[in-house]
């Protein structure tokens, strides 16, 4: 069946980079995405990238898959409080399907 | 920046009563989506939308639920009879005709006491 993993928890030094790790199991997924959702807040969304690249970049954020792992990662560089929140990874089959989300990772940066 | 709304932010309500929660959707968008969020647990999928009519909905989405786009605008979801594992936050969601992205909405908070 889908089913998206992230692991619960990282916490950084502003200024270090983090990386947010992903697994998923649906080889037919087309699109991966990344959300970021502050406390009290909504869903929103920071980036996504098709299954046939293999790495976006978008100013501070990187994104790599690798499809042959179902293994998707978000690089934030130069990590700053502001990027304390849960990060979200979820896919879809295609477009207009559903999105089937991980648990959400959250990341704690430490001044 | 358009961005998706919903009314009521939070809700509380009597097991066995009815609750609509509402959503307007980004208005030029096409696909429309509600997900909730059991507190502590993940994001799930309810139940998606598109020329008005039901495109695809999960095992939750049962007789319980409905769903109306009923002007131009907005998108609603009602839950008929509410329990007390209905108590979750609600998101909708809508997404543009032949893009993959989906936005979100800020979500309704529904409490069932």
């Known amino acids: 069946g889908e089913d998206v993993e992230q692991s619960l928890f990282l916490s950084v030094r502003e200024g270090d980079s983090s990386v947010i790790n992903c697994t998923y199991t649906?080889?037919?997924?087309?699109?991966l995405y990344w959300y970021k959702q502050e406390p009290g807040a909504g869903l929103q969304l920071l980036t996504y990238?098709?299954?046939?690249?293999d790495m976006k970049q978008d100013q501070r954020l990187t994104v790599l898959l690798n499809k042959k792992d179902k293994h998707l990662s978000l690089r934030i560089a130069d990590t700053q409080t502001g990027d304390s929140a849960i990060y979200f990874c979820?896919?879809?089959?295609?477009?207009?399907?559903?999105?089937?989300f991980g648990q959400g990772t959250e990341l704690s940066v430490k001044p | 920046e358009p961005e998706v709304t919903q009314t009521p932010s939070h809700q509380v309500t009597q097991m066995g009563q009815e609750v609509i929660l509402r959503c307007v959707p980004i208005?030029?968008?096409?696909?429309f989506y509600w997900y909730r969020q059991i507190l502590g647990q993940k994001v799930e999928f309810l139940v998606s939308?598109?020329?008005?009519?039901?495109?695809?909905k999960s095992e939750i989405f049962d007789d319980q639920f409905s769903v109306e786009r009923p002007d131009g605008s907005n998108f609603t979801l009602k839950i008929r009879s509410t329990k007390l594992e209905d108590s979750a936050m609600y998101f909708c969601?809508?997404?543009?005709?032949?893009?993959?992205?989906?936005?979100f909405g800020p979500g309704t908070r529904l409490t069932v006491t």
């Open positions: 969601a809508s997404s543009l005709a032949g893009r993959g992205e989906q936005y």
């Open positions: 649906d080889s037919s997924s087309t699109y």
């Open positions: 990238i098709f299954s046939n690249m």
């Open positions: 979820a896919e879809t089959r295609n477009q207009g399907g559903k999105l089937i």
């Open positions: 208005s030029n968008h096409l696909y």
């Open positions: 939308f598109y020329n008005n009519e039901i495109s695809e």
